[in-house]
Every structure is written in structure tokens, then in C-alpha cells.
């Protein structure tokens, strides 16, 4: 489980293929988080990364840089998630608008839908530093190795990306508001 | 610092990446200012809930789910792989030799195996033979297993289509073979469906009168049982079948299971000593223009006819020397120099993708495949006609002079002829037989 993403990429290359199953643990909650905000549901986010798990597996042989794996695998994810999007859009609105009600309720949220929703929208580079730092549990200094950036950038990143969560948890409160 | 620097650097700030100064500087700026203090809190509300998120989503367990996946998907991949290797190696052999032929012969085994009547000795109802209005055609599934029980999940399937005087047979073991039987004129057309190879086949005799049997045997017991749902047998009582409800009879070794209403047979069985026979699956009056083509003794469109070069089939009376070459081919050609474990139909029919594969990779001409080919088939059915036989291969390799693998007893001898491994022939009295 401590070996970076090139070990075990190389390992299923080599045809070890139950060594895959490191890098399924590494990122399911990183790709769940990214699908469930714009898939609009729980299941919907296992079935899509499921799916993009198992098509990166019998793709990887054209991942060309080993230690990039999680920004490829994000983009298939982005992939199917645009193929299930369009018949998904109508019901995800309904739950964006349930899991605000659920929230004003006061219910603990196992999910937090707008925030998945608000995570969806950023722009790529704040999407990816967001779903390392808290969904994959890398820390900022992971994230520069595994991004190529240097830590003062993630830092900013970070920071900018915190700036546009709020905008958009604040407009999507609005959009509720007005729909009430 | 003002604080408009100081919102900037907050997500550093509780993240831990400021270095000791700005450290510091943040800290005494939220001392005393409450804007900022507020807006720290907001941030950390939305960490944690990022957090809280985050947590909440990797406990999620898609690693079997994603792992099983992975295995099924390979697995079903190299098997199509190796299925299209196979079936591209398969249409280069069978352009190159004439390995139709031994397939062909194989299925006349089967022809004849099957049309072997396990009625014969207790149908007593078959003189009221009334002439078939409707029955002119049915489809129907047979598993014949000769010398142990049948297994309905493992056993070849024998799938017929039966039209008049024609029938169209697709062996489970061979899906890609169809044979088309026209037992009026005594023809047989083998269709290799992957390598697009028809055959023609000569089917006079043996072969042609026990498929003829096996039909004629078929269609009086449905029709005597459709006219007389009463017929001399013993009512068994009744039992759902697929759905449907059905009413049992025994005729000495026959059970038939017959549709409550209709009196159209459901399954029949057919039991005697060393031969189960299972009919089910049956379709009746489809009408004839719906299934005309499936027997037509035409080549299809974008088939290759295969022309009779060299020998030509000659299934006329099976000898012992073919048996003995039977179990020659099968055991150096299919079992690498090992006789099989037992011989037999059943066995025979399992061997069959076999018979494609490796039999055809020692072939080098077209009179060699040939030959082989009936000697398979004919020694197989020399093999169904001796009573008094006992086999005893297994484990034996070919060439081992002392070890006997197969005996009979010749109609009206007084001894035995037994077969050794190293496939000899001796005369051996009963006393003398190995045990």
C-alpha cells in the first residue's frame, strides 16, 4: 500500500493483475467524490466508478507515463461519468434539493450533495488538489509530488479552491432559496 | 498585515504550511481581529465537512466488487482469444485436409448410434401405426448415454430438426458441425459453419436404415400416444414438466411423460441394461415451410463444396481391424499413446472437439483423413454391436503387449478375441480372460 502509483501500474503490466486491487483502495473515495457530484447519487457514483475502475485496468497499457495514473483514471472517470450524465441530469437536480432540505433538518449527512455537486464544478487543477487532500488523504506535500507542482502552488491552489467551494455552496443555497 | 493578505493565507494557516513567521503574523492578526476569526471558522466548517465527506466515501468497499470484475472480464477475454486462435487455426487446417470427412464420419456414428431402437423390445403397441396427418415435422433434444446414468448437464446433446425424410442434427460438442440427413436417398451433407465447408456423404445401409428407425420409432410412439392416451401402459401418475402439467405412463422400459391436455409426448425415457436414451424438448407441427431450409440439401450461399479426392466413403460392414484402428487413432491420435478410460458413445461424443483439433493436425493428405475417419466410425460401430464385451484401457499405453484393453465374444465362437496394447489380436478361451 506505500508504494506510488508507477509500482503497481508497472506490476499489472508485468501481469500480476490482483495488483490492481492497491490502486482500487487508493482512489474508490477519490472517484466517488468526484462522480457523486455530478452523478447526483451514492449508487450512481459506484456503479460509474466501478466502471471506470475496470476500463482503466483493461487500458492501461496506454497510460503512457506510470506515475500519472490518477490523472488518467480521473479523466475515464469524467468519461463515463459524461456518458451517464445526460439521463442523470433531471434526478440529480431533485437530490441536490432533497440534500438541502436534509440539511436544514438537521439530519447528519452520510452525504453531503451540494458539496460533491460544488466539488464537480471547480475547474480541473482545484478539483483534483481537493479530492487528493480529502478524499484520497494525501497530504499537500503528496499532492505536490504526485501533481508536479511545487508546494507553494498547492498551498495557493488549495486556497483558491476553498474560495470557490464557498461561491458555489453560497449560489447553490441561493438557487434553493429562490426555488422555495 | 492587513486582512485582506491575512484571508489569504487561512486554509494555509490550519492546514500547516505557513512558514514560522507568517505563522506567527496570522496568529497575532486573529487576536484581535473578529472579521478574520470569523471567516477562519467558516473555513474550518467547510473543511470539515470535507472531511466528514471524504471519510464517509472511502469506506466504501468497491475493491471486490471492482477486483471480480477485472478477473471475469480477462477470463472471458483470453477465452475469446483463445477462441478465435483456435477457430482461425481450425479454418487453416480445414482448408488444407480434408478433416470435414473425419467429422462427417464421426456424426454417422452418432447417427447410428442413436438410431439404435431402445424400444425394440417393449414397444407392443406399434402395430396400430396410424398413418402421421400432422406429424411431419419435430424438433426435439436427445441424450443417449451408453453403459452409465445419464447426466443431463454434461451429456452431449443430439438437437434434431425433422422434416419428412430429412433431419438436421447439431451435436453440443460440435456446435459449429450441422449434418443434414436425407434418409430417402441415403445423402448426408456436413456444413462447417466457421469455415464455411460443405461435404457430401454417402449414407447407404446401416447408417441410412437406422436413422429411418429412429425417426419412424419417434413419430409411432407420439402418434399412439396423441390417438390413445390409454394405450396398454401402466399410469404413473402425473407431474409438472416446465410448467406444464403432464401425465406419466410405463410401457416395460419406456417412460413417457405426456402433456395432460394434448397427449403430445413432453420427455421419454428410455431405459436398458448399458443404454439410457432422454427425448425432451419436443416441438411439434411447426409447418413445414418454416423449417424447409434448415434441411435443404442445397449448399448454402458462400459455401465451399469439398470434392470427394481420394478415398471415398465406404461405411459398409465394420470389421474388428476397425475396430482395433478405432482404438489406434483415438489413442495415439486424440489421448497422446494413452487408451481412453472408457469407450462408448458418450465418450466418443465428448472426444469429438478432439477429433477437430488434434486428429486434424496429424493428417498429411486427404486419403489419410478419410481413412481415419471411417475407421473411427466403423470401428465405433462394430464396437455397438458385439454383446458379449468388456473393456479395460484404462491406464494402459499403447505398446504395452501384455496388457489386454479390450475382448468380445464373436457371434457363435466358442472363444474370445482379445485385444492387447500393443494392438494385437489373440484367441483366448473364457477360463483364460483376464480378470
Same mark, same amino acid.
Given at each position: ?28 473515495g ?19 466508478a ?7 485496468? =483493461? ?50 449527512l ?67 432559496e429562490v426555488?422555495? | ?55 464517509a466515501?472511502a %469506506? ?39 478433416m $470435414?470427412?473425419i467429422?462427417?464420419?464421426a ?17 407392443t403397441?406399434a ?13 426435439l ?52 459453419? +466457421? ?14 436404415d ?42 416395460g ?14 420427455? $421419454?425415457?428410455?431405459? +436398458? ?8 424438448? =419436443? ?8 423449417l ?28 474388428? %481391424? ?48 478419410? %481413412?481415419?475417419g ?33 475382448w ?28
Amino acid at each position: 500500500m506505500s508504494e506510488n502509483d508507477k509500482f503497481y501500474v508497472e506490476r499489472c503490466l508485468d501481469g500480476h493483475p490482483d495488483d490492481y486491487r492497491y490502486l482500487v483502495r487508493r482512489y474508490q473515495g477519490v472517484l466517488l467524490a468526484n462522480l457523486a457530484g455530478k452523478l447526483g447519487s451514492r449508487d450512481r457514483a459506484e456503479e460509474a466508478a466501478q466502471e471506470a475502475l475496470v476500463r482503466a485496468y =483493461f487500458n492501461i497499457g496506454k497510460l503512457k507515463k506510470p506515475d500519472s495514473f490518477f490523472s488518467w483514471l480521473l479523466g475515464i472517470a469524467d468519461n463515463v461519468a459524461k456518458e451517464h450524465q445526460r439521463k442523470e441530469q433531471l434526478q440529480r437536480q431533485r437530490e441536490i434539493v432533497r440534500s438541502f432540505s436534509e440539511e436544514s433538518s438537521g439530519t447528519e449527512l452520510s452525504q453531503d450533495y451540494a458539496l460533491e455537486t460544488a466539488i464537480a464544478e471547480l475547474p480541473e487543477v482545484y478539483r483534483k488538489i481537493i479530492l487528493l487532500r480529502y478524499y484520497g488523504q494525501h497530504s499537500c506535500n503528496q499532492i505536490a509530488e504526485q501533481l508536479d507542482m511545487p508546494l507553494g502552488t498547492v498551498t495557493k491552489t488549495l486556497s483558491r479552491a476553498y474560495a470557490m467551494l464557498r461561491e458555489s455552496l453560497q449560489q447553490q443555497t441561493e438557487v434553493y432559496e429562490v426555488s422555495q | 498585515m492587513k486582512c485582506t493578505e491575512i484571508k489569504e493565507l487561512l486554509v494555509a494557516y490550519f492546514e500547516g504550511l505557513l512558514g514560522d513567521s507568517e505563522q506567527q503574523a496570522v496568529e497575532e492578526h486573529l487576536k484581535d481581529c473578529s472579521a478574520c476569526q470569523a471567516e477562519l471558522q467558516e473555513l474550518k466548517g467547510l473543511r470539515d465537512r470535507l472531511v466528514t465527506n471524504g471519510k464517509a466515501l472511502a %469506506q466504501s468497499n468497491l475493491e471486490e466488487d471492482v477486483m471480480n470484475q477485472v478477473i471475469r472480464e480477462q477470463n472471458t477475454r483470453l477465452k475469446a482469444a483463445a477462441r478465435a486462435t483456435n477457430a482461425l487455426k481450425i479454418r487453416r487446417t480445414i482448408m488444407k485436409s480434408p478433416m $470435414i470427412k473425419i467429422v462427417a464420419a464421426a456424426v454417422i456414428i452418432i447417427a447410428v448410434l442413436i438410431g439404435i431402437n431402445p424400444f425394440k423390445s417393449t414397444i407392443t403397441f406399434a402395430d396400430v401405426v396410424k398413418p402421421l396427418l400432422n406429424a411431419r415435422t419435430l424438433i426435439l433434444d436427445v441424450i443417449v448415454n451408453i453403459g452409465s446414468d445419464v447426466d443431463e448437464d454434461t451429456d452431449p446433446v443430439v438437437h434434431d430438426v425433422i422434416v419428412d425424410q430429412r433431419i438436421r442434427r447439431v451435436v453440443s460438442t460440435q456446435e459449429h458441425i450441422v449434418n443434414i440427413f436425407d434418409t430417402e436417398n441415403a445423402k448426408m451433407l456436413t456444413l462447417h459453419t +466457421e469455415g464455411n465447408i460443405a461435404v457430401y456423404s454417402d449414407i447407404q445401409g446401416q447408417v441410412q436404415d437406422m436413422t429411418k428407425n429412429y425417426v419412424t420409432v419417434l413419430l409411432d410412439i407420439i402418434t399412439n400416444i396423441q390417438n390413445n392416451p390409454d394405450f396398454e401402459a401402466e399410469k404413473i401418475g402425473e407431474k409438472e414438466i416446465n410448467g406444464q402439467k403432464c401425465v406419466g405412463f410405463v410401457a416395460g422400459n419406456l417412460t413417457i411423460w405426456a402433456d395432460a391436455e394434448t397427449g403430445l409426448p413432453v420427455r $421419454i425415457e428410455a431405459h +436398458e441394461p448399458g443404454l439410457t436414451a432422454i427425448y425432451k424438448n =419436443f416441438q411439434f407441427n411447426i409447418p413445414v415451410e418454416e423449417l424447409e431450409s434448415q434441411v435443404s440439401m442445397e449448399i448454402p450461399d458462400g459455401y465451399k463444396l469439398v470434392e470427394n479426392e481420394g478415398t471415398e466413403f465406404d461405411m459398409g460392414t465394420p470389421t474388428e %481391424q476397425d475396430l482395433v484402428d478405432c482404438l489406434r487413432i483415438w489413442a495415439e491420435d486424440l489421448m497422446d499413446g494413452n487408451f481412453p478410460e472408457t469407450i462408448g458413445m458418450t465418450e466418443f461424443t465428448k472426444t469429438l472437439p478432439q477429433v477437430e483439433g488434434k486428429l486434424a493436425e496429424s493428417i498429411t493428405s486427404a486419403e489419410e483423413g478419410t %481413412q481415419k475417419g471411417m475407421s473411427l466410425g466403423k470401428g465405433m460401430l462394430f464396437h455397438m454391436q458385439l454383446k458379449d464385451k468388456h473393456y479395460a484401457g484404462a491406464g494402459v499405453k499403447v505398446g504395452e503387449a501384455d496388457k489386454a484393453v479390450f475382448w468380445y465374444l464373436p457371434d457363435g465362437a466358442d472363444t474370445y478375441r482379445v485385444i492387447y496394447g500393443d494392438l494385437s489380436v489373440k484367441d483366448v478361451a473364457e477360463e483364460n480372460l483376464p480378470k
